[in-house]
């Protein structure tokens, strides 16, 4: 069997190494039109912090994983056409024929339309190291920046340049919260008091009406005054990239990203489709989303690959759209719906915010904070946010397989949980919170 897998990202790793393990006669071509692969985007900040020493040190499916598994990996090669009929693609002039087929093709930066906008001085972070480098080479050069965002990446590029000393650091958004995607504002605010006392200059419901150069600087014109930076940094989303497949004819679904079934194959059934250029859903509610996130890739990888090989066997159940981060002293996890976004869905939900600590003060602990959503129909979870110093990602872990299974609160406030002094509470804090949250939904 012939396999080509088009992009280098982490699913498409995963996917390679799988169908190895299965298949170990088929030929495998994955083709990267960057001259690296095997990184971890979401890495990149720490190398550009100087957490990590070097570029290498991102990287986790070097040249040796792929020599070992006798993948074929085309760099600086980019895949222009797929002729279906034929079951060939056009990858840097020559024509490779396949079997099966697996789109790999990430997510592209967005841009707003500014005006003024001309590309001196303006930055944005992508998955490749091309653009990383480029941004590593600026940083030195400059003490003051604007930030255009109010997603992850953006508060990760905040650290960075707080970590290298800047003069001045403006974030700007134009929605009204820090991740709205992920927090409500009433636990978005905990963030947020945590990133102005660090000295940077946050500015919600911005509206900027242009940007423009002017003596090496970068004028920002909003509504009543002017900021004046060295560089403007952008990370205003992004958005599946499906140029490839929309050419040769493969649907795309009502999200924007490559429409799949059950087993990750597109229209085409020799062809499936991957990571954050798939549409996605949500195991709540089973409407169509984009969710990109590194585990995401990883999983889609193995479930296509799988399939690819076996014959679809191995259904893909959606995603309650985990999601962690670390800003500055802040662990923020969260799971499922905000509660905005289960009320714009038509749910009728109760909510309750608890504040305790993670062990007890004098073994160490430090404050928790924890947002319950449930569904007063189904009684059980449909979202969590929590934000502490330590312990979330397990607790965000714990409460995903609970709202992936539909767990009842009263179910799940009773379910054991495992305690040492200095690793937790007898009382632990996520039961606590479901404990207060029994109440509204009687």
């Known amino acids: 069997m012939k396999v080509c897998i088009i992009g280098g990202g982490g699913g498409a790793s995963n996917a390679a190494n799988v169908i190895r393990r299965l298949d170990e006669e088929a030929q495998i071509d994955l083709f990267n039109k960057h001259s690296e692969m095997g990184h971890q985007p979401c890495e990149i900040p720490y190398a550009l912090r100087g957490f990590l020493s070097s570029w290498q040190d991102t990287f986790v499916f070097r040249q040796k994983f792929y020599d ?23 990858a840097g002039g020559e024509i490779y024929r396949y079997d099966k087929a697996i789109l790999d093709l990430g997510s592209i930066s967005v841009t707003p339309p500014i005006p003024g906008l001309n590309g001196e001085n303006e930055f944005f972070l992508d998955t490749s190291l091309e653009t990383a480098r480029v941004f590593e080479d600026a940083i030195p050069r400059h003490s003051s920046a604007a930030i255009v965002g109010t997603g992850q990446i953006t508060l990760d590029v905040v650290e960075v340049l707080k970590a290298r000393n800047y ?57 009543g005054q002017e900021l004046e930076v060295d560089f403007v940094f952008f990370a205003t989303g992004s958005r599946p990239n499906v140029e490839l497949a929309q050419k040769a004819g493969i649907r795309i679904g009502e999200s924007g990203a490559i429409a799949v079934n059950e087993y990750l194959q597109t229209s085409d059934p020799d062809i499936y489709a991957i990571g954050d250029c798939m549409e996605n859903w949500d195991r709540i509610t089973g409407r169509k989303r984009t969710y990109q996130t590194a585990t995401s890739g990883a999983t889609t990888g193995r479930i296509a690959a799988t399939n690819l090989v076996r014959g679809n066997v191995l259904p893909h159940q959606g995603t309650v759209m985990p999601f962690v981060t670390q800003v500055f002293n802040y662990e923020v996890g969260t799971v499922g719906f905000t509660e905005t976004h289960a009320r714009e869905q038509g749910l ?13 003060r004098s073994f160490g602990g430090k404050p928790i904070h924890i947002k319950l959503i449930a569904d007063t129909q189904t009684k059980s979870l449909i979202g969590a946010q929590i934000i502490s110093e330590e312990m979330v990602s397990g607790k965000i872990d714990r409460l995903a397989l609970a709202i992936a299974l539909r767990v009842p609160v009263e179910q799940l406030a009773l379910i054991d949980t495992c305690y040492s002094p200095t690793l937790g509470s007898a009382y632990e804090s996520t039961v606590m919170a479901l404990d207060q949250l029994m109440p509204k939904l009687t």
């Open 167 to 223: 003069d001045k650091i403006y974030l700007l958004g134009r929605s009204d919260c820090l991740l709205r995607a992920y927090l409500d504002k009433d636990m978005a605010e905990i963030v947020e008091r945590g990133i102005k006392e660090k000295g940077i200059e946050l500015i919600l419901s911005a509206r900027i009406n242009s940007i423009k150069s002017h003596n090496g600087k970068k004028i920002i014109s909003l509504p």
């Open 348 to 360: 009728n939900v109760v909510c309750n915010i608890m504040r305790t600590a993670t062990r007890r």
């Open 68 to 90: 070992e598994r006798n993948i074929n990996v085309h760099l600086n090669t980019e895949v222009t056409d797929i002729n279906r009929e034929e079951k060939s693609l056009i």
